[in-house]
Protein backbone atom coordinates (compact mmCIF):
# COMPACT_ATOMS: atom_id res chain seq x y z
CA UNK A 1 0.00 0.00 0.00
CA UNK A 2 3.06 2.40 1.16
CA UNK A 3 4.26 1.62 -2.79
CA UNK A 4 0.86 2.57 -4.50
CA UNK A 5 0.95 5.71 -2.59
CA UNK A 6 4.38 6.58 -3.05
CA UNK A 7 4.14 5.70 -6.97
CA UNK A 8 0.15 7.67 -7.36
CA UNK A 9 2.10 11.00 -5.88
CA UNK A 10 1.01 13.80 -3.87
CA UNK A 11 -2.62 13.84 -5.36
CA UNK A 12 -3.19 10.72 -3.54
CA UNK A 13 -3.34 12.21 -0.28
CA UNK A 14 -6.68 14.17 -1.01
CA UNK A 15 -7.88 10.95 -2.33
CA UNK A 16 -7.26 9.48 1.08
CA UNK A 17 -9.23 11.90 3.09
CA UNK A 18 -11.69 11.75 1.15
CA UNK A 19 -12.00 7.93 1.59
CA UNK A 20 -11.62 8.01 5.89
CA UNK A 21 -14.08 10.70 5.12
CA UNK A 22 -16.73 8.40 3.39
CA UNK A 23 -15.78 5.46 5.48
CA UNK A 24 -16.84 7.30 8.76
CA UNK A 25 -20.05 8.82 7.44
CA UNK A 26 -21.05 4.97 6.40
CA UNK A 27 -20.49 3.48 9.55
CA UNK A 28 -22.26 6.65 11.77
CA UNK A 29 -25.15 6.37 9.41
CA UNK A 30 -25.21 2.71 9.41
CA UNK A 31 -25.35 2.83 13.24
CA UNK A 32 -28.07 5.66 13.26
CA UNK A 33 -30.43 3.85 10.99
CA UNK A 34 -30.55 0.78 12.40
CA UNK A 35 -34.33 -0.41 12.95
CA UNK A 36 -33.98 -1.17 16.93
CA UNK A 37 -32.78 2.74 17.08
CA UNK A 38 -35.20 4.46 14.34
CA UNK A 39 -38.12 2.13 14.78
CA UNK A 40 -38.18 -0.02 17.86
CA UNK A 41 -40.59 -2.97 17.14
CA UNK A 42 -43.93 -3.15 18.89
CA UNK A 43 -43.46 0.45 19.99
CA UNK A 44 -46.77 1.23 18.89
CA UNK A 45 -48.59 -1.42 20.86
CA UNK A 46 -46.90 -0.16 24.14
CA UNK A 47 -48.20 3.05 23.09
CA UNK A 48 -51.38 2.11 22.94
CA UNK A 49 -51.28 -0.21 26.14
CA UNK A 50 -49.87 3.05 27.84
CA UNK A 51 -52.92 5.35 26.67
CA UNK A 52 -55.37 2.10 27.79
CA UNK A 53 -53.94 2.07 30.87
CA UNK A 54 -53.55 5.71 31.87
CA UNK A 55 -49.97 6.57 32.11
CA UNK A 56 -49.81 8.91 29.65
CA UNK A 57 -47.80 11.22 32.21
CA UNK A 58 -45.25 14.13 30.98
CA UNK A 59 -42.77 12.05 31.94
CA UNK A 60 -43.57 8.86 29.97
CA UNK A 61 -44.49 10.85 27.39
CA UNK A 62 -40.83 12.76 27.65
CA UNK A 63 -39.30 9.21 27.68
CA UNK A 64 -41.31 7.79 24.71
CA UNK A 65 -40.01 10.99 23.17
CA UNK A 66 -36.18 10.66 24.12
CA UNK A 67 -35.63 6.85 23.01
CA UNK A 68 -36.35 7.29 19.12
CA UNK A 69 -37.56 9.24 15.72
CA UNK A 70 -40.69 7.08 15.83
CA UNK A 71 -41.55 7.37 19.68
CA UNK A 72 -41.01 10.94 19.26
CA UNK A 73 -43.94 10.82 16.49
CA UNK A 74 -46.58 8.91 18.77
CA UNK A 75 -45.15 11.04 21.46
CA UNK A 76 -46.16 14.80 19.62
CA UNK A 77 -49.65 12.67 18.62
CA UNK A 78 -50.04 11.69 22.18
CA UNK A 79 -49.61 15.17 23.51
CA UNK A 80 -51.17 16.86 21.22
CA UNK A 81 -54.18 14.97 20.41
CA UNK A 82 -56.82 17.19 22.13
CA UNK A 83 -56.44 20.06 19.12
CA UNK A 84 -58.45 20.18 16.59
CA UNK A 85 -57.68 17.57 13.81
CA UNK A 86 -56.56 20.21 11.22
CA UNK A 87 -54.07 21.68 13.68
CA UNK A 88 -53.20 18.50 15.07
CA UNK A 89 -52.02 17.28 11.60
CA UNK A 90 -50.46 20.57 11.15
CA UNK A 91 -48.29 20.02 14.53
CA UNK A 92 -47.31 16.20 13.76
CA UNK A 93 -46.77 17.36 9.84
CA UNK A 94 -43.89 19.47 11.14
CA UNK A 95 -42.24 17.04 13.56
CA UNK A 96 -42.31 14.29 10.66
CA UNK A 97 -40.17 16.86 8.82
CA UNK A 98 -37.87 17.36 11.76
CA UNK A 99 -37.60 13.63 11.97
CA UNK A 100 -37.21 13.07 7.97
CA UNK A 101 -34.18 16.12 8.67
CA UNK A 102 -32.78 13.99 11.19
CA UNK A 103 -32.29 10.75 9.61
CA UNK A 104 -30.98 12.23 6.67
CA UNK A 105 -28.72 13.97 8.07
CA UNK A 106 -25.06 13.14 6.77
CA UNK A 107 -26.52 11.79 3.78
CA UNK A 108 -25.94 14.69 1.42
CA UNK A 109 -22.16 14.31 2.10
CA UNK A 110 -21.67 10.59 1.53
CA UNK A 111 -23.53 11.81 -1.83
CA UNK A 112 -21.01 14.43 -2.02
CA UNK A 113 -17.65 12.22 -1.48
CA UNK A 114 -19.37 9.84 -4.50
CA UNK A 115 -19.11 12.90 -7.03
CA UNK A 116 -15.71 14.02 -5.86
CA UNK A 117 -13.91 11.32 -5.38
CA UNK A 118 -13.97 10.98 -9.48
CA UNK A 119 -13.04 13.93 -9.97
CA UNK A 120 -10.19 14.16 -7.69
CA UNK A 121 -8.93 11.17 -9.65
CA UNK A 122 -9.17 13.00 -12.82
CA UNK A 123 -7.12 15.98 -11.40
CA UNK A 124 -4.55 12.80 -10.27
CA UNK A 125 -4.97 11.89 -14.00
CA UNK A 126 -4.39 15.20 -15.53
CA UNK A 127 -1.82 15.90 -12.78
CA UNK A 128 -0.03 12.11 -14.00
CA UNK A 129 -0.54 13.43 -17.96
CA UNK A 130 1.94 16.75 -17.01
CA UNK A 131 4.80 14.61 -15.84
CA UNK A 132 4.38 12.69 -18.82
CA UNK A 133 4.16 15.72 -21.36
CA UNK A 134 7.21 16.91 -19.36
CA UNK A 135 9.29 14.30 -19.51
CA UNK A 136 9.91 14.77 -23.80
CA UNK A 137 12.32 16.98 -24.58
CA UNK A 138 14.09 17.61 -28.06
CA UNK A 139 17.25 15.55 -27.18
CA UNK A 140 14.26 12.02 -25.92
CA UNK A 141 12.23 11.15 -23.21
CA UNK A 142 13.20 10.37 -19.92
CA UNK A 143 11.77 6.91 -19.73
CA UNK A 144 11.40 6.96 -15.35
CA UNK A 145 9.92 10.33 -15.51
CA UNK A 146 7.44 8.65 -18.30
CA UNK A 147 6.56 5.52 -16.18
CA UNK A 148 6.36 7.37 -13.00
CA UNK A 149 3.06 9.93 -15.81
CA UNK A 150 1.50 6.87 -16.10
CA UNK A 151 1.56 5.73 -12.39
CA UNK A 152 0.62 8.91 -11.06
CA UNK A 153 -2.89 9.01 -13.76
CA UNK A 154 -3.71 5.46 -13.40
CA UNK A 155 -3.42 4.96 -9.39
CA UNK A 156 -5.37 8.54 -8.88
CA UNK A 157 -8.06 7.78 -11.31
CA UNK A 158 -8.13 3.62 -10.06
CA UNK A 159 -8.65 4.99 -6.70
CA UNK A 160 -10.95 8.16 -6.98
CA UNK A 161 -13.56 5.21 -8.80
CA UNK A 162 -12.89 2.59 -5.68
CA UNK A 163 -13.99 5.19 -3.59
CA UNK A 164 -17.10 6.72 -5.49
CA UNK A 165 -18.63 3.39 -6.33
CA UNK A 166 -19.30 2.07 -2.62
CA UNK A 167 -20.14 6.05 -1.33
CA UNK A 168 -22.81 5.96 -4.38
CA UNK A 169 -24.23 2.64 -3.36
CA UNK A 170 -24.28 3.33 0.28
CA UNK A 171 -25.51 6.54 -0.25
CA UNK A 172 -28.53 5.34 -2.06
CA UNK A 173 -28.84 2.27 0.35
CA UNK A 174 -29.34 4.87 3.05
CA UNK A 175 -32.05 6.83 1.30
CA UNK A 176 -34.08 4.03 0.43
CA UNK A 177 -34.05 2.91 4.42
CA UNK A 178 -35.28 6.65 5.70
CA UNK A 179 -37.60 6.47 2.63
CA UNK A 180 -39.14 3.17 4.12
CA UNK A 181 -38.65 4.74 7.70
CA UNK A 182 -40.65 7.65 6.96
CA UNK A 183 -43.49 5.54 5.53
CA UNK A 184 -43.94 3.04 8.29
CA UNK A 185 -44.00 6.20 10.44
CA UNK A 186 -46.46 8.16 8.77
CA UNK A 187 -48.68 5.07 8.36
CA UNK A 188 -48.60 4.20 12.09
CA UNK A 189 -48.99 7.89 12.97
CA UNK A 190 -52.33 8.05 11.11
CA UNK A 191 -53.19 5.15 12.44
CA UNK A 192 -52.78 6.18 16.27
CA UNK A 193 -54.68 9.04 15.28
CA UNK A 194 -57.73 7.23 14.01
CA UNK A 195 -57.59 5.23 17.12
CA UNK A 196 -57.54 8.30 19.17
CA UNK A 197 -60.37 9.66 17.20
CA UNK A 198 -62.17 6.74 17.01
CA UNK A 199 -62.18 6.55 20.78
CA UNK A 200 -63.61 10.16 21.31
CA UNK A 201 -62.62 13.12 23.56
CA UNK A 202 -61.12 12.06 26.92
CA UNK A 203 -61.70 8.26 26.77
CA UNK A 204 -58.96 5.66 26.22
CA UNK A 205 -58.41 3.51 23.34
CA UNK A 206 -60.20 0.15 24.23
CA UNK A 207 -58.54 -3.47 23.66
CA UNK A 208 -59.03 -4.35 19.49
CA UNK A 209 -60.14 -0.81 18.78
CA UNK A 210 -56.84 0.47 16.99
CA UNK A 211 -57.55 -3.16 14.61
CA UNK A 212 -60.59 -2.08 13.41
CA UNK A 213 -60.08 1.94 13.28
CA UNK A 214 -56.85 1.05 10.52
CA UNK A 215 -59.62 0.33 8.25
CA UNK A 216 -60.87 3.64 7.81
CA UNK A 217 -59.51 6.52 5.54
CA UNK A 218 -57.08 9.40 6.64
CA UNK A 219 -55.20 12.03 5.62
CA UNK A 220 -51.55 11.56 5.92
CA UNK A 221 -49.33 13.46 8.24
CA UNK A 222 -47.02 14.24 5.84
CA UNK A 223 -49.72 15.59 3.14
CA UNK A 224 -49.09 19.03 2.47
Known amino acids: MLAIINEADWPIWPLLATSILGLALIVERA ?7 V ?3 GLQHQV ?41 RAMVEDTGRSVA ?28 MIEIFSSYT ?40 VETYLHEMEYAATRLLRVLAAAGPGRRPEPGLDTAAAARAEPRWSEQ
Not at 54 to 74: C, I
Not at 143 to 159: C, E, V, W
Open 101 to 128: HQLNRYLPALGTVAVVAPLMGLFGTVVG
Open 48 to 88: LDMLRNRQDAPEALARLEAGSPFGRVLADVIRLRHLPREEL
Open 31 to 37: LALRRSR
Open 39 to 41: MPR
Open 138 to 177: PAGGDPAQLARGISIALYNTAFGILIAIPALIFHRHFRSR
